[in-house]
């Protein structure tokens, strides 16, 4: 029997791989969303939840004596084309998320969307900035914190990648800090100073 690693042990792996792509390769892949796993479940729950809903108004129907064949027929053949098209959309949604963000290329100083529309290849000249912004959310377990890039102009902010972290955990604050100090010197731009939201 082999032993997965926890979901937090998964999450700092994929962060860690993240960071030190930043760090060594010439081109990086900004995706729009990184640790945040809410989709991906519910892409597995889903069909479980339709499953057991279905097996509990079975269950009445049953207990009602409604045992007419054609209603059978008719609750089993709504009952999982709704439960397999709620799984469709969720998936589908998941994928095109996952294949959404930015190819960074260091060398030419650009980025460049990938799945995004209305977006154009953006040069990063020398009055760009980046920054984090933090988003803390009542008692949750984690907290979301946004990679904003500032092109210059007044009020212009364009974001980047989302990253989700567990509350509390060092390693990972440690690998986002990390992170904007690679892109920054790759890259030539001026530290800015983070933006706390609550």
């Not at 084309?81 to 959309?89: E, P, Q």
């Amino acid at each position: 029997m082999t032993n997965k690693p926890s979901p937090r042990l998964a999450r700092l792996r994929m962060l860690s791989v993240w960071v030190t792509a930043i760090e060594q390769q010439s081109k990086v892949w900004l995706p729009l969303g990184i640790g945040g796993s809410s989709l991906a479940e519910l892409t597995f729950l889903a069909p479980l939840c339709g499953i057991s809903l279905l097996v509990f108004v079975a269950t009445g129907i049953m207990v009602l004596d409604l045992r007419a064949q054609y209603l059978w027929s008719i609750f089993w053949s709504v009952g999982v084309i709704l439960v397999g098209g709620a799984t469709f959309t969720l998936r589908r949604q998941f994928r095109q998320n996952q294949s959404r963000g930015w190819v960074l290329d260091f060398q030419s100083r650009t980025l460049t969307p990938w799945g995004l529309k209305r977006q154009d290849t953006l040069v990063l000249h020398d009055g760009c900035r980046l920054s984090w912004e933090f988003f803390e959310p009542g008692k949750s377990a984690t907290f979301t914190c946004t990679l904003i890039l500032h092109p210059g102009s007044l009020g212009t902010r364009i974001l980047l990648t989302r990253v989700t972290l567990l509350r509390g955990s060092r390693r990972e604050e440690a690998l986002v800090d990390e992170c904007l100090e690679h892109l920054n010197r790759r890259l030539g731009l001026r530290n800015f100073d983070p933006v706390q939201s609550r």
